[in-house]
């Protein structure tokens, strides 16, 4: 029997940092006459190419981009209620011209909020204010420490879930009290509380859905291969002029801090990877630094900081793939929906990744019979079987925060606190306290 074509397809791609993806897209846009929609938080700002990594125009081929540039400097990044809102209207605008809507970015909790229906997440995202709340309420300005104290005392529950540096999440607690006047703690109990039900109820209709048919492809590589395709790439955003952009974001937060509102460096384009870490290094420069040697070791710790926080990027972002969107998927009946595809050898990336994705996205357009996911390489079949069959994140029953003295760390779950006992570092200053320890007992 003849199937009907999807009704309203989108295609997705996602993976880690520097894997390909939005070349993928290009690729599909071209065959499949589509547009493309960013869903890289940074690139949502105008100018800073090199920071942001954005696609050049020569790289786009003609192909339409949406939601690239389109925020100043002086903005907060979207919120996850303003991103979904902002990108269903540029996927309805899209189709309304017959054209296929191609989501492509590494912002992963993005990509998540918009491919899925999910009650809960759509309830906070009313929460969600475009403007900047803290205009209204200006405790939400003070350092992280106040506003945690203040949170601890409003809704100490939500509290004591939060690691006490995670600023975003300690904020936005307080937030949602201050707008809505009840406890966040309170208000995901009772989510939780209907979620579970339902599913005793075996009720289908309040599980995570898709909101639209989805084709989605993770766009990976091998870990050794990245971290030195990343490590190079530091070197690439040297050459083509990421100090000069540096030195702009420098410029503009003068220029703010003389009219009298300075930038919050926590928030926003400022935590983009490469100008927090060479910042010290302009600075030297703009402050007439001439000694040669200091400024030889200003350059090696920024370049060395930019390509690890390069790959810590990408880790989390490979981290939230297999734990949450995995998890996200097959709760929503959706596994199927997802391949991977190897791109670790780039002078073979046509034939290992982009034709295998053209094909893929024919049938999937066709609504042919498709190969199952894990058919299609081992790696694929490894990657894509959950990590475990639940998201930490969504089961705060699950948690336990608990601090370190030794090392003063704190850890907010049981994941998290296992591997803080393992690493190196805290095993070599356990070592340490014992040494003390035995020192100090031991006889005169």
Not at 39 to 65: C, F, R, S, W
Not at 132 to 155: A, F
Not at 205 to 234: G, I, N, S, Y
Not at 266 to 293: H, N, Q
Request: aromatic share 6%.
């Amino acid at each position: 029997m003849t199937r009907s074509p999807p009704r309203s397809p989108l295609i997705a791609i996602i993976g880690a940092t520097g894997t390909g993806k939005s070349e993928l897209a290009v690729e599909i846009a071209k065959r499949h006459n589509g547009e493309i929609i960013n869903g890289d938080a940074m690139q949502l700002y105008a100018g800073l190419p090199i920071i942001t990594n954005k696609i050049t125009k020569e790289e786009q081929q003609g192909v339409p981009h949406h939601l690239l540039g389109c925020i100043g400097l002086h903005e907060q990044t979207w919120v996850v209620g303003t991103f979904v809102r902002e990108a269903l209207k540029t996927i309805a605008e899209i189709r309304s011209r017959g054209r296929l809507p191609i989501l492509v970015g590494g912002t992963h909790y993005y990509t998540q909020s918009l491919l899925f229906e999910d009650r809960l997440a759509e309830e906070e995202e009313k929460a969600e204010f475009v403007e900047d709340t803290s205009e209204k309420w200006p405790i939400l300005k003070e350092s992280t420490e106040v506003v945690l104290e203040e949170l601890r005392r409003v809704d100490p529950v939500m509290a004591d879930r939060w690691h006490p540096n995670d600023r975003r999440k300690i904020q936005r607690s307080l937030e949602i009290y201050l707008q809505t006047g009840r406890r966040a703690s309170e208000i995901y109990a009772e989510q939780r509380a209907r979620k579970s039900h339902a599913e005793d109820e075996v009720d289908v209709l309040d599980t995570p859905t898709m909101r639209c048919p989805t084709l989605l492809f993770w766009v990976h590589a091998q870990a050794d291969v990245l971290r030195e395709r990343l490590d190079k790439r530091v070197d690439k955003m040297l050459e083509r002029g990421l100090l000069d952009e540096v030195e702009t974001l420098e410029n503009f937060a003068s220029e703010q801090t003389t009219a009298g509102t300075p930038v919050d460096e926590t928030r926003g384009i400022w935590v983009s990877i490469g100008y927090k870490e060479f910042k010290d290094y302009v600075r030297f420069l703009r402050e007439g630094g001439a000694d040669p040697d200091q400024q030889q070791k200003l350059m090696v710790e920024a370049r060395e900081k930019t390509q690890i926080a390069t790959r810590q990027y990408s880790k989390r972002q490979i981290r939230w793939i297999r734990i949450k969107l995995v998890n996200a998927l097959a709760e929503a009946r959706s596994s199927e929906s997802l391949y991977l595809l190897d791109g670790s050898d780039v002078s073979n990336f046509e034939a290992d990744v982009v034709h295998p994705a053209l094909d893929l996205t024919d049938q999937f357009l066709r609504s042919e019979d498709m190969p199952s996911p894990s058919s299609l390489s081992s790696t694929a079949a490894e990657m894509l079987t959950p990590k475990r069959d639940y998201d930490l994140s969504a089961n705060p029953e699950k948690w336990s925060k608990q601090y370190c003295s030794v090392c003063d760390v704190t850890c907010v779950t049981p994941e998290q606190w296992q591997q803080h006992t393992k690493s190196k570092a805290h095993r070599k200053l356990m070592s340490k306290k014992r040494a003390a320890e035995r020192e100090d007992g031991a006889p005169p």
